[in-house]
């Protein structure tokens, strides 16, 4: 059976928009003609590959087998063509990557320097959003990766693990948990919070751990970055659960830390990308790294 690339990429075409006619735009070719190079390729085959419908096609079990392969095939002369454009040209592209504020802030400058020097030509395109938000963008291609502590995915994306983020409680020096070294989360419902916006990772991770524990948390201000919540706290507003690096450098003369004596507070953050994606060699360079 002969196999010619600009056939099987008219095949797929066919099958994923379910009509020859509807093919004929994205394949550049009119229909009668893609027609007849489909014929061809079911006498080659020497079986039916599309069932015809009054509305359209509909790939027979061997078809459904066919366009599998030849979505491989396509995936694989893909990879090729960008090794070979790699090598006569230099890896180069822009990444997209959608991240948490955190990440951006503390963990991902240290990680994107050694790779910014290796392929210079790569530019790196950073979005802050909220984690929420993240694993929605990668599904839908509108982020090569994403970067954060989600609440959910899905189950279109692969993940990797990225680092830790321990989480710790800071109250005014003045409060009565000053004193203490470690402290359980439930222990602080009665008080005031002071709390990251809807949609951050934190504010999720503590009202559904809240719900678990049949309470609820009392937030009495709600803020959008980690120095606002720092400040705060300072004036006696209320405490708050933060990341341990986001006290990193800060004045810290009004305020303490405390030990969270939760499993859930040694958070992680993850990578997320689209296994179903055909990706540039830059996004897989940059995961590769991050991964590694």
């Not at 079911?42 to 087998?65: D, H, K, N």
């Not at 004036?235 to 004596?261: M, N």
């Amino acid at each position: 059976m002969h196999f010619d690339i600009e056939t099987l990429k008219l095949f797929i075409l066919v099958v994923e928009h379910g009509s020859i006619t509807a093919a004929s735009e994205p394949g550049n070719m009119v229909a009668s003609a893609i027609s007849r190079r489909l014929a061809e390729l079911e006498q080659s085959a020497g079986i039916v590959l599309l069932r015809r419908l009054s509305r359209g096609v509909e790939p027979t079990p061997a078809g459904r087998s066919l366009y599998e392969h030849a979505k491989t095939v396509m995936t694989q002369l893909h990879r090729i063509e960008a090794d070979i454009s790699e090598h006569r040209e230099g890896i180069q592209g822009t990444v997209r990557i959608w991240v948490n504020m955190t990440a951006l802030c503390y963990y991902l400058p240290a990680q994107l320097k050694p790779f910014m020097s290796q392929y210079p030509a790569v530019q790196i395109e950073l979005v802050e959003r909220l984690s929420d938000e993240i694993p929605k963008a990668v599904a839908a291609g509108i982020a090569d990766l994403g970067i954060c502590a989600p609440s959910q995915t899905t189950d279109v994306l692969s993940e990797a693990f990225f680092r830790d983020d321990p989480l710790v409680l800071i109250v005014p020096l003045t409060h009565p948990f000053a004193k203490s070294t470690q402290i359980r989360f439930e222990d602080t419902l009665d008080e005031n919070h002071i709390m990251m916006q809807r949609g951050a990772s934190i504010h999720t991770l503590l009202i559904r751990t809240a719900e678990a524990l049949n309470r609820s948390i009392r937030p009495t201000v709600q803020v959008t970055s980690f120095e606002a919540m720092r400040n705060m706290v300072s004036e006696g507003l209320g405490i708050a659960v933060i990341p341990e690096i986001a006290l990193q450098g800060a004045d810290s003369s009004r305020y303490t830390s405390i030990k969270l004596d939760d499993r859930w507070a040694n958070r992680q953050f993850k990578i997320l990308w689209n296994d179903d994606i055909s990706q540039p060699t830059a996004v897989t360079r940059l995961l590769q790294h991050l991964c590694g």
